[in-house]
């Protein structure tokens, strides 16, 4: 496939599956590389989960699916094998979404990758890492929430264990399964030699919830609890306005001391008046602040706050993202024409002035593109059996 993205050229054996693999696939997809999405002939469960125009076409399997070639094998039979070893031997990156054991089953472990292409980099995603006892557990993205702190946190902060509204867990370990592949290409780019490289999603959460949450438990002996006591203030939350709600962050001594000079809030005080003495109080801080932003429009604290130079932001649905303004004057929407009709895609948040990436294309019907990918091998036919090994949760 024609590409002038930074990953023109590359080409991904792709036998990932729901959203943490395809994420980070479809994300190599849109900067230009050819990625070949490997299904069994029953597909992606992600397929079924959302609604979409097709059968078969969620909205999340077209959104995370978007730009990759589908071809469909069984991988238990004989011609299925010989197609996918063709596919490894011309491939730059393998990355699979199966567990252990299940990939090992189907002789695809890196050691049987890495005998019939040397070069290549293999990526594993995984529930958990195969160096600790949990790596045999399934794993999804509410499970390793829990794991990781996610529902704790939210009951610090609100009082009840509550899951993040986003699979959180599925994408930051999707990004870290395509930033951990970039840095093993760019190794093989200055030495020649390919690798293993190994996601566990639960350790990716894990390093991602620990960035600000492990504070104080970092030092030995520890100085304080595993927790930012910020982010989990029972006050922390959008202010209520006289017509609405604004979120706004008045956070450095710059931006405290312009507020205060324009508000003149009665409860001013040189107890808030430093970052630090803030920070020892920060839940009262946000009480304070949330009595003052009761008593102007939603449109007067953002004029305001704009005049001060102080972050501050409208509450939007996700739907509102779509006439987004600024996101319309940067293009970041890409309107795709599919089988089924035209589709919007949300589109590359990274902009380069060289090898610009860009929506790459529709996500594939099952098995779509088998038939042309097997020519270019110069395969004639495959099976491809209701048999297939499964892709696994990931």
């Not at 992606?44 to 989960?49: A, S």
Request: hydrophobic share 40%; charged share 20%.
């Amino acid at each position: 496939m024609g590409s002038s993205g930074p990953l023109a050229g590359v080409r991904v054996v792709d036998l990932t599956a729901m959203v943490m693999g395809p994420y980070c696939t479809q994300i190599m997809a849109d900067m230009g590389a050819d990625v070949i999405k490997v299904e069994p002939p029953q597909g992606d469960d992600t397929r079924y989960i959302s609604v979409g125009p097709a059968p078969g076409m969620s909205g999340v399997f077209v959104n995370v699916n978007r730009g990759k070639r589908g071809v469909s094998l069984d991988l238990k039979s004989d011609s299925g094998q010989t197609a996918m070893r063709a596919l490894i031997a011309g491939a730059d990156v393998f990355i699979h979404s199966m567990r252990a054991k299940a990939i090992g089953r189907l002789g695809l472990s890196y050691a049987d990758v890495a005998a019939i292409n040397p070069a290549i980099v293999y990526t594993n995603c995984y529930g958990y890492g195969r160096r600790g006892p949990k790596r045999d557990l399934p794993a999804y993205d509410d499970t390793i929430q829990a794991a990781c702190g996610l529902p704790a946190v939210q009951q610090q902060l609100t009082g009840e264990a509550n899951y993040v509204g986003t699979i959180l867990a599925d994408k930051v370990a999707g990004l870290t399964a395509l930033y951990a592949t970039m840095m093993a290409l760019f190794h093989r780019e200055r030495t020649g030699e390919g690798q293993e490289v190994e996601i566990g999603m639960f350790e990716a959460v894990a390093s991602f919830m620990l960035v600000e949450h492990a504070n104080g438990a970092m030092f030995e002996p520890a100085l304080g609890p595993a927790i930012y006591p910020r982010t989990v203030a029972p006050n922390r939350r959008p202010y209520r306005t006289s017509d609405g709600y604004i979120a706004a962050l008045i956070y450095n001594d710059k931006h405290w001391a312009a507020f205060i000079r324009a508000v003149r809030p009665p409860w001013a005080s040189d107890l808030y008046a430093t970052l630090e003495g803030r920070a020892r109080q920060i839940d009262a801080v946000y009480a304070l602040l949330a009595e003052t932003m009761a008593q102007r429009t939603t449109e007067e604290w953002l004029d305001l706050f704009g005049e001060l130079e102080i972050p501050a932001a409208p509450l939007s649905s996700p739907a509102e993202l779509f006439d987004d303004p600024h996101l319309n004057a940067v293009d970041f929407f890409q309107t795709v024409e599919t089988p089924h009709g035209p589709v919007r895609f949300p589109g590359v948040p990274a902009w380069f002035s060289r090898t610009p990436g860009k929506v790459a294309g529709p996500a594939p019907e099952l098995g779509a593109d088998t038939a042309q990918v097997l020519e270019e091998l110069g395969l004639t036919s495959v099976e491809t059996g209701s048999d297939a090994e499964p892709v696994g949760p990931f």
